[in-house]
Nanobody
Framework: QVQLVESGGGAVQAGGSLRLSCAASGYTVSGRSMAWFRQAPGKAREGVAAIDQNGNTNYADSVKGRFTISKDYAKKTLYLQMNSLKPEDAGQYYC???????????????WGQGTQVTVSS
């Protein structure tokens, strides 16, 4: 089983930046996609950014050009650099990992506990 622990959330003003981290432990394997999701109160969870085993990335249109997803394979850590934050970016952010091939937005089995991002105007 894979365990994921997020950190780096916080409160920022619009236009500010945050970097989220997700440390993976347990039986981690390569060849799987990882992703960041977010959920605002009263809204459905949405995929924000994903990265596959080759480093290819995919972003939601709403964050394209502002967010960057990356992996440190040696540290088994996933990152989400968030720049030019907007109030609509606020929500609970979760990292997730697949346990089998599923493309960028296939089934994600393992999830972190989430980290809160607040953006004020």
């Amino acid at each position: 089983q894979v365990q994921l622990v997020e950190s780096g959330g916080g409160a920022v003003q619009a236009g500010g930046s945050l970097r989220l981290s997700c440390a993976a432990s347990g039986y981690t394997v390569s060849g799987r996609s990882m992703a960041w999701f977010r959920q605002a109160p009263g809204k459905a969870r949405e995929g924000v950014a994903a990265i596959d085993q080759n480093g290819n990335t995919n972003y939601a249109d709403s964050v394209k050009g502002r967010f960057t997803i990356s992996k440190d394979y040696a540290k088994k850590t996933l990152y989400l650099q968030m720049n030019s934050l907007k109030p609509e970016d606020a929500g609970q952010y979760y990292c997730a990992s697949q346990n089998q091939h599923g493309g960028f937005w296939g089934t994600y089995r393992y999830w972190g506990q989430g980290t809160q991002v607040t953006v004020s105007s």
